[in-house]
């Protein structure tokens, strides 16, 4: 089993959480799978919940921000043409809203993980996007 579908497995069977399973710390938990060091530390339990989360990384506000401090850890190369498991934050319809999340590349479609629990769909946009390191 490759790490990428490894990741979505285990993905799937746990709850969205604010602080510790949410879609930036899903796609952290993904690149600590890929290489061992976790990017998303500095977010990790502080927040529980929508309004702490923009308080503690101003996502809500400016989504690519949080994200591309995590990667710069790495650091992880942008890409304008992301592949099967590189990493971004994108926008997604929600219902009837339009929102940022992270998410994982599977080609034509993408895997975020929102609180109804891990969601494979199109994006409408990409807002920006990292290559991950070979899984």
Known sequence: MDKLYAHLHRSMAEPFVWGESDCMLDVANYLLLLTGHDGGKRYRGLYDSAFSCQKASGFLT?????????????????TTDPQRGDVGVILVQDGRK?????GICLGRNWAVKAEQ???????????????APDA
């Not at 400016?62 to 401090?69: N, R, S, Y």
């Not at 339009?98 to 992270?102: D, I, L, R």
């Not at 629990?117 to 290559?131: D, F, N, Q, T």
């Open 62 to 78: 400016d989504p690519v921000k949080p994200f591309a401090e995590c990667v710069a850890e790495f650091p992880l190369a942008t």
């Open 98 to 102: 339009t929102k940022a999340t992270g």
């Open 117 to 131: 629990g891990l969601v494979i769909g199109p994006c409408l946009e990409i807002l920006a996007a990292w290559k």
